[in-house]
């Protein structure tokens, strides 16, 4: 199925099911998770497919928690991811599939790292742009975007942190394919992987949905940063042999 074994087919769509229910719960977590296993069965999952396949989930969490967007906010992001996607895109199309997988597994440990610190960041005008841009380029670069924006919003209630995220992310999920497309990196082998990831997505999403409200932070943050760590080690340790 999609040129992938049995085994590698039911492990992508697992990952990507938990990924997107973790997502859909607090507003990040189906890059981080996800990223490193597709990025070791097939390296054609990233950066491409993972970013278009995300789009339907972002659409899914904007609108159910839209009242508790901040147009705002997210209008800035998205002004700041522009150079970053722009960047992104032409390193992506002049690195091999190893570098990437290298810079995917790097970016997963620091967003773990950074994830740990309980300093608090402003949210203002410079910071939104900044974590923009960041978001961009990595999002670009390895399909794993979230964790500057979750910085950014760490301190806010999960369902303004939940929504304002994925509107910015619906736009610049957008804003990275297109440019990837342009720069090459989407071709008939993104696009029909994609198809193998978006019904997994969508029923995460929806699963996220009945489950957020039951679901204990200090319990389930555990428990993700470890997988995340444990999967960015597996596919650096994969990238070197």
Known sequence: MFDLSVTATVVCVA????????????????????APVLAIVDPAFIPATIT???????????????????????????????PGVAVGALIVAAISETVLSVLVGLSVLIAVAASLTTRKIPLNTGTLLGAGAASGFMGTTTGVGG???????????????RATISAFFFVGALMSTAALWVAGEVGERQLELSLLLVPAVVAGGLTARALKDHL?????????LTVCAASAVALLLDAAT
Do not use: N
């Not at 910085?151 to 942190?161: F, N, V």
């Open 216 to 224: 204990q932070p200090h319990l389930v943050r555990p428990l993700v």
């Open 147 to 161: 964790p500057p924006m979750a910085l950014t919003y760490q301190h806010s209630d999960p369902a303004t942190m």
């Open 15 to 34: 990952v990507v099911f938990i990924g997107a229910a973790v997502q859909g719960s607090i507003g990040i977590g189906l890059g981080l998770i996800s």
């Open 52 to 82: 278009i396949a995300v789009l339907p989930l972002t659409v899914l969490i904007a609108w159910a928690d839209r009242e508790h967007v901040r147009r705002g906010d997210a209008g800035l992001a998205v002004l700041g991811r522009l």
